[in-house]
């Protein structure tokens, strides 16, 4: 152990006699706990000799650099190597250090998240280089001010100069940064007035479901409600839309980190969310608000699709689930008895199953608390985005449904013997039988178009950019001469 | 503004005691438990709450590993969903009210009597029912954790032989799951469980423990400063003290009303909080608002970051002088700083609540409130790479973690600035990044500071030196440790994977930083490790500390190590700021700088170069240390006496809420609607505070025998 000498150097020392100075000043005496009773005047013991801390007891300063020294360049090979890092793992701010991107906010595909993406990579620079430069500024007063002999330093106390320029320069810096943020605050706020297409959503113990109220489930029976769906949003490419943001329950949070920021779905609130969805391609959303146990598996889909397929999908989602495709002349698929336990919480739009509609105030934990099952042979994900939707994980998810997501409330029927494994079978033949005449749409491209070009029409069949989006009579007929055509 | 104040107190710790007009006897023995239990003696308390600061630190840190073994793998089966959500409740709930902040109170209480001259803290009775009350809002706080560990260990016999016990026991979901922020409508009776009421009411209890303490320190740092001792004289971590204290009094209250409302919500069927109650299985409206939670939350949410960190750059504000031999760069400066920090802190609240939907005006407001944060701030990083510059710094174990907190704190406050950034921050909220973010805060700052704290008084307070070659490792471990963990979290963040999940996708490619991070929690809890060896082994090696082994500048280094009971002999007279530097190297140097500048105008007047206290104070002060060598002379040292009452006060408080949660039909009799075993409690409870009101101070003297025979 280096450094016991140092120690016994100092150890026979008093180390007090030293504090019988009589402060000049005043004529008033220190005088300490344990201090002889005697009136002795200071001795003149030199004070560097005392200051050697020891503690440790190491005298490295006589050593020609030391530990300490080589410890300090340690120290800033790892802050060099620290900001190596983040620079080669960054562009612009942004990052390239995951597979895929389409779960962050920096490959944004809407004006919005551009915006957003702009003041990030501003913010993300200024940040840097105060980072750099404070850094250099700690690393370099360590190495060069290390002790090399006893004296005392220089006592300085302050500098006002100084002291007034590192208190006026980051304010001038914040107000710089300031300036765009609330300009983005309040563009952003004003944006959501102009939205003309509206999507109701309402955060469920671990599920979303979407409502479109611009959008009746029946043309002919307005008692039906909206139209419904779960997990997965549909919108029309140019749809300026906005989110009606429900919960009945606890407080969530939506997120489509490439299409926008969050915003918390909070019970008696209605907050919204708006955003243009330029660019045709499937996005990944998320709760981000602790929810309870499955919070982690409350994922969701947004699914930007040119007008037409989206009218087509409107149409789809209208027609009850039929036998190869054509609902006008096939029979409708009969759902198999063992369905009726599932009918507690779960509807299928155009069959007996599509009663009373779940809204806001309906009881979180009886009828209406699962999620609408229409076109689900369609949805790429099962669960609320947690499994992929192949019919073997939709026979797991009905038998082991606590095992695949941890606190749901979807009751196991299968173990508790209800249902049995021929029904089971027959319960997935019957759901993957769920899709509209003439099959799955094609997904849109996962993360966005890469070749869209905002403000260019790249698909001749959207509409027009920021003109309302209505399923008028005259899409669906344009709509279903494609599908048929096809 | 020399308000010398120095209530003499009548008694000595080892006269002849009687028994005043008390039920219970006065406690006589200054070793061994008993003495422990009934001390009042400000360092003996400060030791007790920085060893439970610790202990809670520990299982505070295992909760987090817990933690980081679970997200080391996507998809991993470690913990369940439940298990997952009751660790990080607790991990944040220990680490905030648990380990960091009664380890502040530790320092608060060992250093600042020492640092203003004085023998103890204005009510020293009330500082043994603060410990002892912390300690009773711990163990109602930790008493679901204690109960779960019968499941948890049949579960990792589960786990480990393939074997799960069927049988249910009864405490199965009895853990605090609903975050350290407790937002409702998780936390209302439709969506959780007894638990909540654990955490509410332990809550509750330790900020009554953090309120009485924050008086004691307000009354004591305005009162109790030896003569001469002006506001603008008072070490840093005085000051950064005082500032905490007055946080914790105005901030506390604030939570304090918000958990009554819960409990109502909770036990009254009120419904402050939720929206929507469930009757006869309909669903109604009821007019609450989770909101009101959350401003009432985040009112006393955001001054509880400053109450933690505060003290922390009290610390380094004392350690970087210290270090670098150099009088702290702009010390008025920093005050203001300090006083900046605190009173801004009371206006940024809405930044927790950025996506909550509150609208583009507050939004701006509280944006610009968060960014005007940052000023102090950096004002208070440049300061102390200021006092360095220029220095003869000698990097010792505390030096590197004070100077370690600079560097790191700079990260963490820059992420502040973009989370202030509203839209960015619509972004980044409940992300990964926010972690980071507040871990490079309360890790980088306040850890480091409370390590810097440990190694920079631990001679001082157990007259022992540790090692410096074990310190080095330490924190050199710390410092990779921490950033291996907490750096690629901004990465996490940035790549869209929110707080709070207890599982993620294999397909998300997240994996990759998971696994490091979890790599680096296992790095900063070896560094814990060597930490503890080196106490160990100091012990072992017990080699005297010397009383002032790093050349100290404030008063605490003047006295010996261990300081004796009576801490000074005579109260020290103060003349300047750094007074030990002035004693020990002359008023030269002080008498120049812009900061005695300062002074004059506020305490002394400059003659002959220096700064000396005019001549009124000088008189007073001088008249003061008569009177109190006087009263010295005649009397010996006066201390208040142990007691028994704050203990049984705070025992009798823990009964009346134990009474409370109990959750057993044969167990909670009630009595008028009042559950029995609260009644007790409460009876307990009175009983101490009377005898404690009728109790004197200290028992009148007898003789001049005890501790002033040893003059």
């Given at each position: 152990m280096p450094g016991r000498t140092g120690a016994g150097r100092v150890e026979g020392l008093d180390p007090l006699q030293w504090l019988r100075y009589r402060c000049a000043a005043t004529g008033l005496r220190l005088r300490l706990a344990r201090m002889p009773p005697t009136g002795a005047?200071?001795?003149?013991?030199?004070a560097g000799a005392l200051m050697e801390p020891v503690v440790g007891g190491q005298d490295r300063s006589r050593a020609g650099g030391g530990t300490a020294g080589r410890l300090l360049a340690l120290l800033a090979v790892v802050l060099v190597a620290l900001v190596v890092i983040v620079v080669a793992l960054t562009r612009f701010g942004g990052?390239?250090?995951?597979?895929?991107?389409?779960?962050?906010?920096?490959?944004?595909?809407?004006g919005k998240a551009e915006d957003i993406q702009f003041l990030y990579r501003l913010i993300f620079w200024l940040a840097l280089v105060v980072f750099v430069g404070v850094q250099t500024a700690i690393v370099y007063t360590a190495l060069k001010f290390r002790r090399r002999n006893e004296t005392r330093p220089p006592q300085i106390h302050g500098n006002r100069t100084a002291e007034i320029a590192w208190t006026v320069i980051p304010a001038v810096v914040l107000l710089a940064l300031f300036i765009p943020t609330a300009q983005t605050i309040f563009k952003h706020a004003a944006a959501e007035e102009t939205a003309d297409f509206e999507i109701d959503v309402l955060g469920k113990q671990w599920w979303w479901e979407f409502q479109y109220p611009g959008i009746p489930l029946s043309e002919t029976d307005a008692a039906a409600g909206p139209l419904v769906t779960a997990n997965e949003i549909m919108i029309p490419q140019g749809a300026n839309v906005v989110f009606n943001l429900h919960s009945n329950n606890v407080i969530h949070s939506f997120w489509v980190p490439q299409l926008s920021g969050k915003r918390d779905v909070i019970p008696g609130h209605e907050n919204r969310l708006q955003f243009t969805a330029d660019k045709v391609g499937e996005y990944f959303g998320e709760c981000t608000e602790f929810c309870g146990s499955a919070h982690a598996w409350m994922r969701f889909k947004v699914l930007v699709v040119p007008p037409p397929e989206f009218a087509a999908w409107v149409q789809a989602m209208r027609q009850p689930p039929a036998v190869d495709g054509n609902p006008e002349t096939a029979d409708v698929v009969e759902a198999p008895p063992a369905f009726g336990v599932c009918l507690a919480c779960h509807r299928v739009n155009g069959t007996n199953a599509v009663i009373a509609q779940q809204g806001i105030n309906s009881n979180p934990y009886g009828e209406?608390?699962?999620?609408?099952?229409?076109?689900?042979?369609?949805?790429?994900?099962i669960a609320a985005g947690l499994l992929e939707n192949t019919p073997e994980n939709l026979a797991r998810w009905l038998k082991e449904t606590d095992d695949v997501k941890d606190g749901t409330y979807m009751p196991n029927y299968y173990e508790q013997g209800t249902i049995n494994d021929q029904q089971v079978q027959e319960l997935v033949d019957y759901l993957m039988t769920l899709k509209p005449a003439g099959g799955c749409p094609a997904d849109p491209p996962v993360g966005g178009d890469p070749a869209f070009v905002p403000g260019q029409q790249t698909d001749d069949r959207a509409l027009p950019q920021n003109q309302p989006i209505a399923v008028a009579p005259a899409a669906e007929t344009q709509a279903r001469a494609a599908v048929e055509g096809s | 503004m020399a308000s010398v104040v120095y209530p003499a107190p009548h008694a000595q710790p080892h006269g002849d005691t009687s028994r005043g007009t008390a039920t219970v006897a006065r406690p006589k023995s200054q070793t061994g438990l008993r003495s422990w239990l009934t001390t009042i003696d400000h360092k003996r308390i400060g030791i007790m709450y920085g060893v439970s600061a610790f202990l809670f630190f520990m299982l505070g840190g295992f909760e987090a590993l817990l933690i980081r073994v679970q997200l080391a793998r996507p998809e991993n089966t470690f913990v369940d969903a439940q298990r997952y959500n009751e660790l990080f409740t607790m991990h944040g709930t220990t680490m905030v009210f648990l380990a960091l902040m009664p380890m502040a109170s530790a320092f608060f209480n060992y250093v600042v009597p020492l640092q203003i001259g004085a023998r103890d803290v204005a009510f020293p009775r009330l500082n043994a029912f603060s410990l002892w009350t912390f300690v009773a809002g711990a163990i109602i706080l930790n008493l679901p954790v204690l109960a779960s560990l019968p499941s948890t260990l049949a579960y990792i016999l589960g786990q480990l032989f393939g074997w799960v016990p069927q049988f249910t026991l009864?405490?199965?979901?009895?853990?605090?799951?609903?975050?350290?922020?407790?937002?409702?409508p998780l936390t209302t009776p439709l969506f959780s469980g007894k638990e909540i009421d654990f955490w509410a009411f332990g809550i509750q209890v330790l900020g009554i423990a953090s309120l009485a303490a924050s008086f004691n320190f307000i009354v004591t740092i305005f009162n109790m400063r030896a003569p001469g001792m002006t506001m603008m004289r008072m070490p840093i971590f005085t000051w950064s003290t005082l500032i905490t204290s007055i946080l914790i009094a105005m901030a506390f209250p604030a939570v304090t009303i918000a958990l009554v409302l819960l409990s109502f919500d909770r036990l009254a069927g009120t419904s402050f909080f939720s929206p929507y109650n469930l009757v006869d299985g309909q669903l109604i409206a009821t007019g609450g608002d989770p909101l009101l939670w959350q401003h009432l939350f985040w009112i006393f949410g955001h001054p509880e970051v400053y109450i933690l960190i505060l003290p922390a750059f009290g610390i380094v504000s004392e350690v970087i002088p210290v270090f670098a031999r150099k009088p702290l760069f702009g010390y008025a400066v920093m005050v203001y700083a300090i006083a900046a920090i605190a009173f801004l802190g009371f206006g940024v609240w809405v930044h927790h609540m950025f996506v909550t939907g509150l609208g583009p005006t507050p939004d701006a407001v509280f944006s610009a409130s968060t960014m005007l944060i940052a000023i102090p701030t950096g004002v208070k990083i440049l300061n102390w790479t200021a006092t360095m510059w220029g220095g003869s710094l000698r990097f010792s174990t505390p030096m590197l973690f004070a100077v370690g907190l600079v560097s790191q704190f700079v990260i963490g406050g820059l992420s502040g600035v973009m989370h202030a950034v509203v839209p960015v921050d619509s972004q980044q909220n409940d992300t990964y990044f926010v972690v980071a973010h507040f871990h490079y805060v309360l890790f980088g700052g306040t850890v480091f500071a409370i390590f810097a704290g440990l190694y920079y008084w631990w001679p001082k307070i157990f007259g022992k030196v540790l090692s410096e070659r074990l310190g080095k490792l330490h924190f050199w471990l710390t410092f990779a440790g921490f950033n291996l963990t907490f750096f690629p979290m901004h990465f996490l963040g940035l790549a869209g994977m929110p707080r709070r999940y207890w599982s993620y996708g294999a397909e998300s490619g997240l994996w990759f930083w998971n696994i490091i991070v979890s790599a680096g929690a296992l790095l900063i809890a070896a560094s814990v490790w060597v930490f503890l060896y080196n106490v160990l082994e100091s012990h072992k090696r017990d080699r005297k500390a010397p009383a002032d082994p790093w050349d100290g500048a404030t008063l605490e280094w003047a006295i010996p190590s261990p300081p004796p009971v009576y801490n000074f002999r005579e109260i020290p007279i103060v003349t300047h700021r750094d007074q030990l530097w002035v004693e020990k190297y002359g008023p030269g140097d002080h008498a120049h700088g812009q900061e005695d500048e300062l002074d004059v105008t506020i305490a002394g007047a400059k003659v002959g170069g220096m700064t000396v206290p005019d001549e009124q104070a000088g008189e007073q002060a001088a008249q003061r240390a008569e009177t109190l060598h006087a009263e010295d002379d005649a009397h010996g040292i006066h201390l208040p006496n142990p007691s028994w009452y704050p203990l049984i006060s705070s025992v009798g408080l823990l009964v009346l809420v134990l009474g409370i949660l109990i959750d057993n039909p044969h167990l909670q009799v009630l009595f008028l609607g009042i559950p029995l075993i609260s009644l007790v409690g409460a009876v307990v409870m009175i009983l101490g505070f009377y005898g404690w009101a009728f109790e004197p101070a200290s028992d009148p003297v007898h003789s001049d025998a005890g501790m002033g025979s040893a003059h």
């Open positions: 005047e200071p001795t003149g013991l030199g990052l390239e250090v995951v597979d895929q991107q389409f779960y962050s906010h920096i490959s944004p595909a809407t209406g608390a699962g999620p609408n099952l229409s076109l689900l042979a369609c949805r790429d994900t | 009864p405490f199965g979901n009895f853990v605090p799951d609903q975050g350290w922020y407790g937002y409702a």
